[in-house]
């Protein structure tokens, strides 16, 4: 097991990466009385090896259930157990659970101790890290929320064995987002990695969490409030949010072909060789992720018009400056236009 740790601004967090699950008593703050946020879909498989906790609240699943009525009913029960200020907060689940558990704990009697364990892919390499929490407002993502730093997250791979093979492929987008803009050594492990014989190897699987973890940590370590380069973890996103909203899309799917998009565009600006964009479409690919859609071109630009990282005609785009490596540029929406009706 490994152990990393963030210290910033927001809090300190203490990310542990391994087989986890059935010890994770041992680093919980014994003095305080645990209360376990989880959905039903977790619970129903592991509630059998949940630290001993005074109550487990279930919130459903899906993200129609991130919203502040789920949020007030978890406050209700918090009241009516009398938890105070010595409660702490363990969420059991993917990345709905984790936001709305810490955006609970963010707010609850202003504030007590939280955790994770985070039980998909997506959530040990990106929900769980960084210390953003939040719901859903009217219809918007992650509209309310808050920067607070997890005290703990345990990332225990084995829990990968139930996972379906579309949530881990969702999540590998985010793994190969971190390689294509931070790491090229781990950009070549993962062109080496079968998700056929290997992604249910806790393994193989523990050191690729690890590794994404340390790059997303050391992003948000510099730029803790997203005024930078945590801009950089956009990468694919700005499409990718255009094409979730326009085509229906999975967040790892839209991010996919966000990514093939923003390579295509790297190397009309000459910033990536053709083999190398080559290469992110082989290993997207291989990890069961489209690279190209059917895309309502005006739509999408609609919808890119309306980001808010549009100036003008102009939008802050998230660029490959070969692989292992990135820069923001403002792009052109013209020149988007036509890379995504060539493609
Ligand atoms: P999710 O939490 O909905 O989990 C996906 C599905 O898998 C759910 O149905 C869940 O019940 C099920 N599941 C979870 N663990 C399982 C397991 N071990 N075995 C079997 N089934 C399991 O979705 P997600 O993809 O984990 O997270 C998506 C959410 O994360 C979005 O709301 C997004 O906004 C948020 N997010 C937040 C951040 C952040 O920085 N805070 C970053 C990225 C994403
Ligand atoms: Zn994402």
């Known amino acids: ?76 029960r918090l009241v009516s157990l009398q938890a105070d200020r010595s409660v702490f907060l363990l969420g059991i689940g993917g990345g709905i659970v984790c936001d709305i558990t810490g955006f609970v704990a963010s707010t609850y009697l202003r504030g007590v101790r939280f955790g994770y364990m985070a039980t998909t892919l997506l959530a040990q390499v990106d929900a769980g890290v960084g210390g953003k929490t939040g719901v859903n407002f009217m219809g918007y993502k992650n509209m309310v929320g808050t920067f607070n730093q997890p005290e703990l997250v345990f990332c225990d791979p084995r829990f990968f064995q139930t996972l379906p093979e579309e949530e881990l492929s969702c999540g ?50 510099r730029d803790e409030r997203e ?41 009309e600006k000459n910033l990536l060789s053709a083999e190398d964009v080559l290469r992110l479409s082989v290993l997207l690919e291989s990890l069961h ?26 939008i802050y785009f998230v660029l490959m400056n070969g692989i292992g490596d990135a820069l923001i540029e403002k792009i052109r929406l013209d020149l988007l236009e036509k890379i995504l009706t060539e493609q």
Do not use: W
């Not at 008593?25 to 645990?34: G, Q, R, T």
């Not at 990695?193 to 948000?220: G, H, N, T």
């Not at 979730?244 to 390579?263: D, P, Y």
């Open 289 to 314: 992720l489209p690279t190209r859609a059917d895309m309502d071109v005006p739509a999408v630009i609609d919808a890119l018009g309306r980001d808010k990282k549009r100036e003008g005609d102009m």
């Open 172 to 221: 590998f987008a985010e793994i190969v987002k971190h390689a294509a803009i931070a790491d090229a050594m781990y950009f070549e492990t993962l062109e080496h990695f079968s998700m056929k014989e290997q992604v249910r190897d806790p393994d193989v699987m523990e050191p690729i969490v690890y590794r994404s973890v340390l790059i997303k940590a050391a992003i948000v370590n």
């Open 1 to 76: 097991m490994k152990i990393h740790e963030i210290s910033g601004k927001t809090g300190h967090s203490r990310i542990l990466v391994g087989k986890v699950m059935d010890d994770a008593a041992m680093y919980l703050p014994e003095e305080c009385p645990l209360v376990i946020i989880t959905d039903d879909t977790v619970r129903h498989y592991y509630e059998g090896r949940f630290p001993k906790a005074s109550t487990v609240i279930s919130i459903g699943t899906g993200e129609k259930i991130k919203t502040l009525d789920t949020v007030a009913m978890i406050y209700e």
């Open 227 to 267: 005024k930078g380069e945590r801009r950089k973890l956009n990468f694919g996103h700005t499409l990718g949010h255009a094409l979730e909203k326009t085509a229906g899309l999975r967040h790892g799917q839209a991010v996919s072909i966000g990514m093939m998009s923003a390579a295509r565009l790297s190397m």
